[in-house]
């Protein structure tokens, strides 16, 4: 083995590593895309798409890396994923003489005060890379208040939960916004923030979603 790899070897096997960090250092780009099967779920009346199944383990271990631990690598996993569709999207919103602009659900103050970052802003930043000049707005949209953790609750409550829980600043109507999370299940948070852009004056508004 090379030099680095006894090193690797030696720094694992005094802190063994996460399987889900152990899944996503093995894993490429290739792997994961894949698995790209896009979803729609409709909420309310907004057709929010979701594009990697999260049954999957390797879809679970980047998300859990990149969302609970700032593994650079699973961010740049799912940025991966998400650069394609970006440049088609970008191209085809050109054609319609429409700016694309992604907007990340923003976390509460408290979440953010705890993980001391966004993920959806690490994985956004990795999926804008060098070859796309696609803008991202992080102060557009923020929390109005506080919310419980959406994996705690039943559908019902995560209707609730995330009424009303967005506000938006002034919404450029000739845009076409992007507003992106990592994982959704009944659509309810992507929905409510699609709520808040549209309040605040924008028309052209497409809710994504990692995974579903």
Partial sequence: MMDMDVFAWLLDAVFPPRESERAVRHATLDELCILIRPFLIESAGVPVTALLPYRS???QAAIQ?????RN???A???GGVLRDYL???SSEEAGLSRKVVLIPIPLSQKRRAERGYNQVEKILAAARGADTD???DSSLLSRARDTLPQTTLTREARLKNMNNAFVSAPADPSVTYVVIDDVTTTGA?????????TDAGATHII???LAH
């Fill in 57 to 59: 383990l390797l879809v």
């Fill in 65 to 69: 890396e990149a969302k609970f631990h």
């Fill in 72 to 74: 650079t690598r699973a």
């Fill in 76 to 78: 740049l996993l799912l």
């Fill in 87 to 89: 440049l088609e999207l």
């Fill in 134 to 136: 696609v803008p991202l």
């Fill in 189 to 197: 948070t992507l929905r409510d923030a699609v709520r808040a852009l």
């Fill in 207 to 209: 809710p994504l979603a």
